[in-house]
């Protein structure tokens, strides 16, 4: 099944306590990217990947790192996390070809709470 | 700047039909798209309009005019698992994929 998993889903921690949030899809594509989600505020982008090993910030990279080692993963770090990065957050992917070429596939969310 | 707009809410009663309107002010269109999104789950496809015109699928359509700047989602025959969050987004301009999001309008479908 073409899918963007993303663990945890729920997480809980302290402030200052390292973290990564693991992405991973299975569709071969090539742009990955992450969001955060909070109300009023909508999705908003932090960072993005248009390939391995080529990433750049979003909207909002502030307290956070990506990297992209290997296509399928992108995972999310939080060197040091702090209560105003408690959010939903979401990893999705897209493909460049095809003529919904920007359709992108989410992965089921990480719902962090930083103490 | 780049600003998409969208109403908060709207209210809507089952089998009957409910238009979404989204309208946009992007630096360059590469595209609007529609998702759904049920409270607590993660954004799903629904539609995508390059050129000027209606998309239809199923129970739900979507209509694009680039010289207004405006879309709208259409959805008929509502039935109660409609009841989500429906986001309309713009690819601007440049390469990098990036989508500027609404805010996301709120639909209560009611028996």
């Known amino acids: 099944e073409a899918q963007v998993t993303q663990n945890p889903r729920y997480l809980i921690t302290v402030t200052g306590k390292k973290l990564t949030v693991t992405c991973s899809q299975n569709?071969?594509?090539?742009?990955m990217s992450w969001y955060r989600q909070d109300p009023g505020l909508g999705l908003r982008q932090i960072y993005y990947?248009?390939?391995?090993?080529?990433?750049d910030k979003g909207d909002v990279p502030e307290g956070y790192k990506v990297s992209r080692k290997e296509k399928r993963n992108f995972p999310l770090i939080l060197e040091s996390p702090s209560p105003n990065q408690t959010s939903l957050y979401f990893c999705?992917?897209?493909?460049?070809?095809?003529?919904?070429?920007?359709?992108?596939?989410f992965g089921p969310g990480t719902r962090l709470t930083v103490l | 700047g780049q600003n998409i707009d969208q109403p908060t809410e709207m209210t809507a009663t089952e089998g009957a039909i409910v238009q979404i309107n989204c309208t946009y002010q992007?630096?360059?269109?590469?595209?609007l798209f529609w998702y759904q999104q049920h409270a607590g789950e993660a954004p799903t496809f629904l539609s995508y309009?390059?050129l000027d015109g209606l998309e239809e699928k199923g129970r739900f359509s979507s209509f694009l005019s680039r010289s207004k700047g405006y879309s709208y989602l259409l959805l008929k025959e509502l039935q109660m698992k409609d009841s989500a969050s429906y986001l309309c987004?713009?690819?601007?301009?440049?390469?990098?994929?990036?989508?500027?999001w609404g805010l996301g309008t709120s639909l209560a479908v009611n028996p």
């Open positions: 999705a992917s897209s493909s460049w070809a095809g003529q919904r070429s920007n359709e992108q596939f």
């Open positions: 569709m071969n594509h090539e742009y």
């Open positions: 990947s248009m390939n391995v090993e080529v990433t």
């Open positions: 992007t630096s360059g269109f590469n595209g």
């Open positions: 309009n390059v």
């Open positions: 987004a713009v690819k601007g301009a440049g390469n990098n994929r990036k989508l500027i």
